[in-house]
């Protein structure tokens, strides 16, 4: 006998399972998986909470995955080159507990997502999100890390897109089936792991014929990739390195190293990080002497 309900029909026990979705959906009382406790299908804050705001003009409220990391390395790179005016706080939002649905983070970003950068060099402060618009509000603000015209412009701006456009499929869906669904679906994940391997041998490619995405400089469009894309070669995320074969891409790899060995990439990846070594972790950033105290020398490339 079928039963059926707000989610579907349901197929006899001795039948395997088949979900057929009905006219009207609502949402499950708990979708599972990982991220059951944050995910809901409406927008808006949750609870009053405002965003503290620390001594420097950019204010950053992050976490250290993937998507927090483009920006702080972005930060920190900026800060090596000399531009005082990038020093920063880094204030950090625990996404699992729910920060990002506090009253100040969705003025902030109406999305909920993290990073969210707010500028508070103008006359009124500037709100800026999601990762690609950070880098290239950054990079416009500073000159630096984003040619001004011409064909490197136009393709450090293709591969920074490449990536926003790219990283959902690797992380939302990948990522998402393989490690964090409540069961596993084999064709969510045969479906994902051949888009990502398809993108690592698109990038694969790329690395043979340059040094860097976009040619011959070390651009935004970098710093969008390395965190998704070098995580992932080295065998860091999802636990799929061998499921994968990650060691296949060479030319991915010796950009991932070599990205790895840059002192203000070691820094941001530091930055808000929650997982990992201590001595690899430092939740806010507040001031550049707050490195002194960790050991990031020793952190593996």
Same mark, same amino acid.
Request: proline share 7%.
């Given at each position: 006998m ?29 979708s #599972? ?19 503290p705001? #620390? ?18 390395? =972005?930060?920190e ?5 000399g531009?005082?005016?990038? %020093? ?13 649905? #506090? ?14 950068? $707010?500028?508070?060099? #103008? ?12 880098? =290239? ?17 136009? %393709? ?7 990536? =926003? ?15 964090y669904?409540? %069961? ?8 994902y792991?051949?888009?990502v391997?398809?993108q ?8 043979? %014929? ?6 011959d ?6 710093m ?8 992932? $070669?080295?065998?860091?995320a ?17 950009w991932?190293?070599e ?8 820094r ?6 929650? $997982? ?12 550049a ?6 050991t ?6």
């Amino acid at each position: 006998m079928q039963t059926s309900g707000t989610s579907g029909t349901i197929a006899p026990m001795n039948q395997p399972t088949t979900y057929i979705p009905p006219k009207v959906w609502t949402p499950p009382a708990s979708s #599972g998986g990982r991220f059951a406790n944050i995910n809901r299908p409406v927008a808006g804050a949750t609870h009053d909470k405002p965003l503290p705001v #620390g001594k420097h003009p950019l204010q950053l409220y992050s976490l250290g995955t993937p998507n927090g990391v483009k920006v702080t390395v =972005m930060l920190e790179e900026l800060l090596a080159l000399g531009h005082s005016g990038a %020093e920063y706080d880094a204030w950090l939002i625990r996404i699992n507990d729910g920060d990002q649905f #506090g009253s100040g983070f969705v003025a902030a970003n109406p999305n909920s997502k993290i990073p969210v950068l $707010v500028d508070h060099s #103008g006359p009124q402060p500037q709100r800026v999100f999601e990762s690609g618009a950070i880098l =290239m509000y950054l990079a416009e603000k500073f000159g630096a890390f984003l040619p001004t015209e011409g064909t490197q412009r136009a %393709e450090t701006l293709s591969w920074l897109f490449w990536q =926003m456009g790219s990283a959902p499929f690797l992380g939302g869906g990948f990522g998402h089936f393989y490690a964090y669904a409540p %069961e596993k679906i084999q064709y969510a994940i045969d479906r994902y792991a051949m888009e990502v391997k398809r993108q690592l041998d698109v990038l694969d490619r790329r690395l043979a %014929e340059v040094r860097y995405v976009a040619g011959d400089d070390y651009t935004i469009a970098d710093m969008a990739i390395w965190p998704w894309y070098g995580n992932l $070669v080295k065998g860091q995320a999802y636990d799929s390195g061998e499921f994968l074969q990650v060691h296949t891409y060479t030319n991915v790899l010796r950009w991932t190293d070599e990205i790895a060995q840059r002192p203000a990439a070691k820094r941001g990846r530091m930055v808000n990080r929650v $997982v990992g070594q201590p001595s690899s972790q430092l939740h806010e950033r507040h001031d550049a002497s707050d490195f002194d105290t960790k050991t990031q020398d020793k952190l593996a490339p």
